[in-house]
């Protein structure tokens, strides 16, 4: 999600419009495990840093301009890394880049860009900016190359409206190839979607984070925050539980869960008319585990910043929610959860807006690299980095 100032402003209109009560199982930050002493062995990766690199603000790239990266993948069959950009095609059309990452033991040592491709509506043009009005317009969030084909899987987040006049642009999950052409698309659950009432995905918090996993066979999402049925946004007293749902390849629903989103880390600033903004940008699947999964969570608190944590998450003995429209007043055991990295942690020189995480070639002694990208919305006082991590 892009966390601009405007966006800002809109989550903080929905928080104060946000009456329904809170879920009773998010009230835990999800941190301790529900189980068995076995149940817990199954997670709790470790990580350290192995370095970070700087992309030039606003590079110049074909005609381009390099920004608003809040996904990344690396493709098997080239061994590049492809990276979308969430320019909702205002600078120039909805687009994703690919590049060389040269990243070791030792770090990252260089980031160079190798070409971009515009996604292409389905008669072959490209997508127009929201401002035509005319209900094509995309918000792409996330792109996962597919490990059979390596073609693409993007998702984009669609818009509810903040006016009657605004058309309702759902979300969906579309694949491309790599050129970006359009070759289809994913048929998502029922819930999520937006809809002009009291359920549904809340406006910037739908489809934000999409994995393959169980040998490519399984395609996770997650929506960004709760559905407004399923209760508040988090605050400074309890988190809030966001839906990750399994599918096939066909759009069968495999199953579908509940993830503890943490609450809000720090008051905001009271000068500040912004309302904090939190959500779940981005999942990866471990190749060798179906039901466990990396899942990244990002803050931004006025005055105080972005908070990047990472989860080392399981589906493993959590209850299946699919059929239950509303998360409030229900039993709901969601998926465990351990802290295995806060940026805050890990010396890096700043905490930018990291959106996007895939993971990299694997390392001697048993260690695989995970990169993670930021989305620099597009200011001059955020950047986008490319940060490394050795994970065991």
């Known amino acids: 999600m892009r966390a601009s100032l405007i966006r800002r402003a809109c989550a903080a209109a929905l928080v104060l419009a946000t009456v329904t009560p809170p879920a009773v199982a998010a009230q835990s930050d999800g941190t301790t495990a529900r189980s068995g002493t076995a149940a817990r062995s199954a997670i709790g990766a470790q990580v350290r840093l192995l370095g970070e690199k700087t992309v030039p603000h606003k590079l ?17 069959c080239t061994g590049e890394y492809v990276m979308v950009s969430d320019d909702r095609s205002y600078l120039q059309p909805a687009r994703f880049y690919t590049a060389r990452i040269d990243v070791d033991r030792a770090g990252v040592h260089s980031v160079d860009f190798t070409g971009t491709h515009p996604f292409l509506q389905p008669d072959g043009s490209v997508y127009p900016p929201p401002s035509l009005n005319d209900g094509k317009a995309v918000d792409p969030e996330e792109l996962r190359v597919d490990p059979r084909s390596c073609r693409y899987w993007w998702a984009q987040e669609g818009d ?47 489809v934000e984070a999409i994995t393959f996993g169980a040998r490519s066979s399984v395609l996770t999402s997650a929506v ?88 080392d998450a399981t589906t493993r003995g959590a209850t299946e929610v699919q059929k239950m429209d509303s998360l409030v007043g229900q039993r709901v055991l969601p998926m465990r959860k351990k802290l295995v990295a806060d940026f805050h942690d890990l010396g890096l020189p700043t905490i930018e807006n990291t959106e996007g995480m895939t993971w990299g070639p694997d390392l001697p002694g048993g260690e695989r690299t995970l990169l993670l990208v ?6 001059q006082e955020e950047a986008t980095q490319i940060v490394a991590l050795g994970v065991r």
């Open 60 to 76: 110049a790239f074909r005609d381009t301009t390099v920004g608003g990266l809040s996904g990344i993948d690396r493709n098997p």
């Open 374 to 379: 930021s989305d620099d919305n597009f200011s």
């Open 224 to 311: 960004e925050g709760p559905l407004l049925q399923d209760g508040p946004e988090p605050d400074l007293e309890r988190g809030a539980l966001v839906r990750v749902t399994q599918q096939n390849r066909k759009g069968d629903v495999l199953g579908q869960f509940a993830y503890p989103l943490e609450k809000i880390f720090t008051a905001s600033d009271p000068s500040s008319p912004w309302a904090p903004d939190t959500g779940v940008p981005s999942i990866l699947a471990f190749p060798d585990d179906p039901s466990r999964y990396l899942v990244l969570e990002r803050t931004w608190v006025a005055g105080a910043g972005y908070k990047i944590r990472i989860f």
């Open 160 to 206: 509810r409206p903040s006016s009657a006049s605004a058309p309702v642009i759902q979300p969906s999950i579309q694949f491309a190839n790599r050129t970006g052409a359009y070759r289809g698309q994913l048929r998502l659950p029922p819930n999520y979607e937006f809809t002009l009432g009291d359920r549904g995905l809340r406006r910037n918090k739908a």
